[in-house]
């Protein structure tokens, strides 16, 4: 299709309500191991779902996510009994994703859970607190002592350490990764990065929660995702896990999955400028020692407002068109916008070279407004898969159902903001491009 005639099709487009899955509760949405992590622009698992029920026909489905994020894609199609593999350039994602799709025998995590619990309860009640514990030594990597030192207060950062000390004596790598994961979701609320915020903003005034009732009271609610997770997978996958698992940590256009393998791609990409992933997670990758430096680390994000390229060219047509109207208004602003939309045509690429023919890919994403100028996402992405040789096969357009992403983003900054401050919308829809590989 044109992209004159791409243009005319979104405009005409009409909402599809039944992709907007109004009906599901956060218990739905959060089923199984869903709600390990909080993790920003994640999607709903039904969409997942939906997608496979009518793509997939085949029972050894390999599915494949080039941005795995916290890893819905990817657990949907192990609790199928699928191979599922996919990258994240974000270390934090692995882990999770990695917790979430590795199913632990119930009987076993609860010993160890209780373990668990158990000796930091005794640690605690020695004493008032962990904090007032001196038999133990706080582990906190020096080389990130000033960033903790910038976020939480002396008694959390202590008993923190004290309970990541007694995490990392934990000797079954599985559980340990569990209680990394429960750790790490608890970082937030204990420090006093401000509440609601998606920004790294500081509040001095923050009630911050107490580590070891924090952890406590989430360790059991992952306990009991993980045991209705256990009996969903089908016995064949739980006992070969690693034959079905194939997620690293990398870059979303060199994926390590072999030519013309994968049947379905089911993904939703980054958006320029929005979340910088890196910066969200910075309190997780200073505890857990996931990065030397941040800054570095950053760059390799796609979508962020690090990059720019000099001597990469645009193919889509809708996109130079955007590029054109931002460089009137803001020229850092319009490199972003370029650099974003290259890197997406080469994340096309990938999937057309790692799906069978036949296979389809499915890219959600919404349209969105920077700087007064309409950024086109989902119309550019149709045209781009094009160019990678997928044939336009379908476009939904849906409604946004949940409360996860804020629904607004600032005007000026073009970052998301709290819906009051707001003054333009973000995402109030969306739309699922898919792309078919013919044969
Ligand atoms: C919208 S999120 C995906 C959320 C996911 N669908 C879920 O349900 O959790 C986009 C993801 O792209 C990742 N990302 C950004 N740049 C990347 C790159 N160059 N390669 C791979 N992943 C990247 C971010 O870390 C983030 O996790």
């Not at 698992?245 to 979303?252: E, F, H, Q, R, T």
């Not at 430096?293 to 962020?304: M, S």
């Not at 720019?308 to 590029?323: C, F, G, Q």
Request: proline fraction near 4%; hydrophobic fraction near 35%; aromatic fraction near 12%.
């Amino acid at each position: 299709m044109t992209p004159e005639e791409i243009l005319r099709l979104f405009n005409a487009k009409n909402m599809d309500y039944s992709w907007s899955f109004a009906r599901y509760k956060p218990s739905d949405t959060g089923k199984w191991t869903h709600d390990y992590h909080r993790y920003p622009a994640k999607f709903i698992p039904q969409l997942v779902e939906r997608l496979i029920d009518e793509y997939v026909r085949c029972k050894d489905a390999h599915i494949n996510d080039p941005f795995y994020g916290c890893g819905t894609t990817v657990v949907t199609a192990i609790s199928r009994g699928f191979k599922a593999s996919g990258t994240d350039i974000n270390k934090i994602s692995y882990l999770i994703t990695k917790v979430k799709s590795t199913p632990i025998e119930p009987a076993y995590l609860d010993q160890k859970i209780k373990h668990f619990l158990a000796k930091i309860k005794c640690l605690k009640d020695n004493q008032k607190t962990l904090f007032h514990t001196g038999n133990i030594e706080p582990l906190i990597p020096e080389k990130h002592t000033e960033r903790i030192n910038y976020w939480f207060t002396e008694e959390n950062r202590i008993e923190l350490g004290k309970i990541l000390r007694i995490i990392y004596e934990e000797k079954d790598e599985t559980i340990r990764d569990f209680f990394m994961v429960a750790f790490s979701h608890i970082l937030k609320n204990c420090s006093i990065w401000l509440q609601g915020s998606t920004k790294p903003t500081r509040d001095f005034k923050k009630k911050c929660t107490k580590p070891y009732d924090a952890l406590r009271e989430h360790l059991i609610r992952m306990q009991k995702g993980s045991s209705e997770f256990y009996k969903l997978v089908p016995q064949k996958v739980r006992g070969n896990i690693n034959d079905y698992l194939n997620i690293k940590i990398g870059d979303a256009r060199s994926q390590p999955v072999p030519d013309e393998s994968v049947d379905l791609v089911v993904t939703s990409s980054p958006y320029v400028t929005s979340y910088e992933y890196a910066d969200l997670h910075q309190l997780s990758t200073i505890w857990l020692d996931l990065a030397d430096d941040l800054r570095e680390y950053k760059k390799e994000f796609i979508g962020t407002s690090y990059k720019r390229y000099e001597n990469k060219e645009l193919r889509s047509k809708i996109a130079r068109d955007i590029v054109y109207k931002m460089t009137e208004r803001n020229h850092k602003t319009a490199k972003e916008i370029e650099a974003f939309f290259i890197d997406m045509g080469e994340v096309f690429d990938e999937s057309h070279r790692i799906l069978k023919d036949g296979g389809r890919c499915c890219y959600v994403i919404g349209d969105t407004r920077l700087k007064g100028v309409d950024v086109l996402n989902a119309e550019v992405f149709a045209e781009s898969i094009q160019y990678s040789g997928f044939r336009l096969d379908r476009i939904i357009k849906r409604e946004i159902p949940s409360k996860i992403l804020p629904q607004k983003r600032d005007e000026k900054t073009g970052r998301f903001a709290s819906n009051d401050n707001a003054n333009s919308q973000a995402y109030p829809v969306e739309y699922i491009v898919i792309g078919l590989k013919e044969q």
